[in-house]
């Protein structure tokens, strides 16, 4: 299987601040490229497919950029309602693989 | 608005077993690849599975060959996951997810643009 690797595992930012997450593959996928938004107590939301495209419905402060291994989600202007844990997925292979999470805390 | 509604929680006992359903909305059921996705307590998202109903060929990731069934009733609009030989790390929410595009092949892997509301599964002897 395909692993996915986020870093940073917890982030620390205030209000405003701009965001960077980075999720590395272990091999090259293309653009074939997730991001999740979770909150607690619910489901996971679609952020970004395909690596930079927004879902509908998904802020615009939200973007995504990347290919091959490595990968961005970038929040600009952080929002108190984007306080959560962000994971990335891969599925270019049969077998789709999440990363381990990123938990975006308030400073 | 497609969406998928799980069934409600279950206390299993280990060795036992659970099927958790999960119900579409809409007229797209078939086309669509369903997932089921777990998440134990405080812990990240993991793959299980995926079933593309109007193939009705099941995807299981490699941790749960022979341990997990996925099936689909399309007169119903039902995705099923049935695991057994149940044991306390089974412990987790449930989750059915569906991938975002239309699956014209027999096997598509796919971002995941509604979910279910998830079920909770707790194992306890």
């Known amino acids: 299987d395909i692993q996915m690797t986020q870093s940073p595992s917890t982030l620390s930012a205030s209000v405003g601040d701009r965001v960077t997450i980075t999720c590395r593959a272990s091999?090259?996928?293309?653009?074939?490229l997730a991001w999740y938004q979770q909150k607690p107590g619910k489901a996971p939301k679609l952020l970004i497919y395909k690596a930079s495209t927004l879902e509908s419905g998904v802020p615009s402060r939200f973007s995504g950029s990347g290919s091959g291994t490595e990968f961005t989600l970038t929040i600009n202007s952080l929002q108190p309602d984007d306080f959560a844990t962000y994971y990335c997925?891969?599925?270019?292979?049969?077998?789709?693989?999440f990363g381990q999470g990123t938990k975006v805390e308030i400073k | 608005q497609v969406q998928l509604v799980q069934s409600g929680a279950e206390v299993k006992k280990p060795g036992s077993s659970v099927k958790v359903s999960c119900k579409a909305s809409?007229?797209?059921?078939?086309?669509?690849?369903i997932s089921w996705v777990r998440q134990a307590p405080g812990q990240g998202l993991e793959r299980m599975g995926r079933i593309i109903p109007i193939f009705d060929m099941p995807n299981y990731a490699q941790k749960f060959q022979g341990r997990v069934t996925i099936i689909a009733d399309k007169s119903t609009s039902t995705a099923y996951m049935e695991v057994s030989s149940l044991r306390s790390e089974d412990t987790a929410i449930y989750y059915c997810?569906?991938?975002?595009?239309?699956?014209?092949?027999?096997?598509?892997?796919?971002?995941?643009?509604?979910w279910g509301q998830g079920t909770m599964v707790t194992v306890s002897s």
């Open positions: 997810a569906r991938g975002r595009d239309i699956c014209y092949t027999g096997n598509c892997a796919a971002a995941f643009d509604i």
């Open positions: 809409g007229d797209t059921f078939n086309y669509y690849p």
């Open positions: 997925q891969q599925y270019n292979s049969y077998s789709e693989t």
């Open positions: 091999q090259s996928i293309g653009n074939w």
